[in-house]
């Protein structure tokens, strides 16, 4: 079992950059992959990076490639998401989550613990 804690969320321009962060409570941090997902008002829940143990095999989603970056710290137990050049169309409830398995990283439906969810509200 992990419990996990968002933070970080807030209101800010277009254009500006906002850094998540998640905290998780377990002592077997390392042995899960780790991501983020998002969720705007009438859209489904869309998996956007996710992490393994290892800090280096990562996975992005196409539309936040290039913008956004998943990083984790193992020994303080968090995993970040930096978020830059934001677009109104970024506004929406952010999660951080978890799993016990490495395979399928990329596949949203695997992952079975999550956070209460943190808002991002870009504006023009």
């Known amino acids: 079992q992990v419990q996990l804690v968002e933070s970080g969320g807030g209101l800010v321009q277009a254009g500006d950059s906002l850094r998540l962060s998640c905290a998780a409570s377990t002592r077997t941090f390392s042995w899960y992959t780790m991501a983020w997902f998002r969720q705007a008002p009438g859209n489904e829940r869309d998996l956007l990076a996710a992490?393994?143990?290892?800090?280096?095999?990562?996975y992005y989603a196409d539309s936040v490639k290039g913008r956004f970056t998943i990083s984790r710290d193992n020994a303080k137990n968090t995993v970040s998401l930096q978020m830059n050049s934001l677009k109104p169309e970024d506004t929406a409830v952010y999660y951080c989550?978890?799993?016990?398995?490495?395979?399928?990283?990329?596949?949203?439906?695997?992952?079975?613990?999550w956070g209460q969810g943190t808002q991002v509200t870009v504006f023009s």
């Open positions: 989550a978890a799993k016990r398995s490495d395979y399928n990283m990329g596949m949203g439906s695997t992952y079975n613990y």
């Open positions: 992490v393994h143990w290892d800090g280096i095999t990562k």
